[in-house]
């Protein structure tokens, strides 16, 4: 850890330094640096008698603990980050004046938080749910911002909306329920009555609410942004981070088991990583899109609701984002961060996008109550490391001491200071872009077909996320309890598929309903032309996308990867290294689970082997992967043991690779995980080729004779393919 703190400084991490306290050897004191005799023992009358008014100590002590807490989040409450750099891969001067992207050399600080959307501040981290990515940018020219999710779409086109969004997916005002769950009836009662909102349904369905690691999520700016350069010239532009481990999520069963196990799963993931040196790696990627072109897209730009297909314009890799060092301080950092979009500096600019311009208003809003007032610009987890120098003064926890008699622009006190900068000293200005409009409220009509990009998300995921999407549709409305409300909403995904509207209503046991309910806005005011508020898809000019699918994603490594090796007393400890030496070299992280904690004895000449966890403190759905070594006492114990046996068997209904070598296929067999009952029994044959079991392709690798360490290659390459759908195919699984 201090390896970590030495090693990865940078001019924010110096800049936060300054208001660090160490209390090491020091003595203890009030807030004003009196040095404290009895902290055990409040001032009375008499060792029985009341306490005193005079104690300072108590009352200083008492008062500051019963000011502890402040507002959390209005959304996006649980959250969890980490600083890092930001680097270009080359200059992008030709298309952004933004210094920060000029210079290949020049590393740039940031504070990355990733949150969920919904739960309160000690919810769950697996809740289905869209997760933040917001990155600040600590720059040389001012802080920027890009607050945005791990989806490129959102619910709603325009900002007036997000109030209503945010109260329909909260639990519910009169009883407080669910936590952290948009599996309820007003939730699905807002959405059924939104069609605007059914691309982001999509998303919010499939796997990609219930993600692997924060590590493994991409991220969007969602809105069109502007870059603009030098030369004043501007293109529309949209943001993305690709992770460099992949895109991999959990199941939905294993979610909802993580959630008890492990409510902190992905906050110890990030933590744990960054301390072990495994830094968190994305490449920043951007879609240019050129200002002529902005009509020629069957969708308008400016609606959140629509992606630019990665095939339609590529997404270029620019730079890269490493996370490499945790807080030190939870509340200071990552509680009293405070991002805004409206957070730029020069050249990048902001788009027309309704719901951009609608957050352009809230953040700052909404952080005056959080944060306490006008000056948490000064708070340090915020401060630019760019000086700050304006006429703007006091307020509630004023830390800067301004100098000078003029607090004015102009002035001559002050000699004109501070000074306008004039664009050539990078002074900013806005994009001027030409306006000739009435004042409406109103929007394009493009943004009306809210069904071409839900169906082009639809078509482009593989069977299995096909098949998780119709699952969750199933858990979610089936949680709805007005039928009405079940039943619109299926109507309004047929509207998206036939198959899978018809797949959901099976489920729910209700028929699709023929005609769609309309107008589906209801608040649109009598006597208003009420089609604008219904769906009004065109025939979309792409039938999919393979950037959509997480299922071409990286493949081709285990790193950071959890590994469970099951074992009791008289486990095969020299197969147990071997494979556990194996995985170590790949990257991966290898822990032993027992039946209890402490040490284990090795079969024969084995040696002793640390125990990580007992079946009591983890479970299979915390860990990527299984591998049971033999020795018969050890599987001879496993067996007789429930939770050993839940162990493989639920690493084999959530598609994990298994790997079981001699006697642990034994427990393989014992936990009879559904199909490969079969296939594992013939093993009981004599004949040494009869003896291997090499299934990769479902991600069960067994051999009763593993001379050559076959058996850890394969399991390698198993691994890192994250899942072995196939089994799922049996429709084992309760995804
Ligand atoms: C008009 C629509 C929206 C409004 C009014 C809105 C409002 C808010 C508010 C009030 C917060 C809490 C901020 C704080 O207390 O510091 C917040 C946080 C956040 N919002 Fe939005 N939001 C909107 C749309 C979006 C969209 C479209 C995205 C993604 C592109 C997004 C991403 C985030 C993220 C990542 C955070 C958490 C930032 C953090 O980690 O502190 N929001 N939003």
Known sequence: MDKNRKQHQNDKIHQLERDGEDADGQMLTTNQGLRINDDQNSLKAGDRGPSLLEDFHLREKITHFDHERIPERVVHARGSAAHGVFQVYESMAPYSKAKFLHNPAVKTPVFVR???????????????????????????????????????????????????????????????????????????????????????IMWVMSDRAIPRSFRMMEGFGVHTFRFVNEKGKSRFVKFHWKPLLGVHSVVWDEAQKISGLDPDFHRRDLWESIEQGNYPEWEFGVQMIEEK???????????????????????????????????????????????????????????????????????????????????????????????????????????????????????????????QAGQDMRGFISYAERIAAGKVRARSEKFFDHISQAALFWNSQSHPEKGHIVQALRFELGKVEVPAI?????????????????????????????????????????????????????????????????????????????????????????????????????GAQVKVVAPRLGVLRGAAKGGEISIDFSFLTAGSVLFDAVYIPGGEQSIEVLKGDAKALMFVKEAYLHCKAIAATDAGIDLLLAAHPAQDKTALSHMKGTQPDERTLLRVDEGIIASRSDKNGRVAAQFIHAIAQHRHWVREMKDQIPA
């Open 114 to 200: 990733f949150s969920t959307v919904v739960g309160s501040r000690g919810s769950a981290d697996l809740a289905r749910d869209v997760r933040g990515f917001a990155v600040k940018f600590y720059t040389e020219e001012g802080n920027f911002d890009l607050v945005g999710n791990n989806m490129p779409v959102f619910f709603i086109q325009d900002g007036v909306k997000f109030p209503d969004l945010v109260h329909a997916v909260k639990p519910e005002p009169h009883h407080e329920m669910p936590q952290a769950a948009s599996a309820h009836d007003t939730f699905w009662d807002f959405i059924s009555l939104m069609p605007e909102s059914l691309h982001m």
């Open 293 to 419: 072109d902005e009509d020629r897209f069957d969708f308008d730009l400016l609606d959140p609701t629509k992606l630019i297909p990665e095939e339609v314009v590529p997404v270029k890799r620019i730079g890269k984002l490493t996370l490499n060092r945790n807080p030190d301080n939870f509340f200071a950092e990552t509680e009293q961060v405070a991002f805004h979009p409206g957070h730029i500096v020069s050249g990048i600019d902001f788009s027309n996008d309704p719901l951009l311009q609608g957050r352009l208003f809230s953040y700052t809003d909404t952080q005056l109550i959080r944060l306490g007032g006008p000056n948490f610009h000064e708070i340090p987890i915020n401060r630019p490391i760019a000086p700050v120098h304006n006429n703007q003064r006091d307020g509630h926890m004023r830390h800067t001491i301004n100098h000078g008699r003029a607090s004015y622009h102009p002035n001559s006190l002050g000699g004109g200071c501070p000074m």
């Open 486 to 586: 079940r039943s619109r909403m299926v109507g309004l995904l047929a509207q998206v598929d036939k198959t899978l509207a018809g797949l959901v209503a099976q489920g729910l046991g209700i028929p699709v309903p023929t005609k769609i309910e309309g107008p589906l806005n209801l608040s649109v005011p009598a006597g208003q032309d009420p089609k604008w508020f219904q769906p009004k898809p065109r025939t979309p000019s792409l039938e999919r996308s393979a950037a959509l699918s997480m299922s071409a994603t990286v493949k081709d490594t285990i790193k950071t990867r959890k590994v469970a090796i099951l074992a009791a007393d008289g486990v095969d400890s020299a197969a147990l290294e071997r494979m556990k030496k194996a995985l170590l070299a790949e």
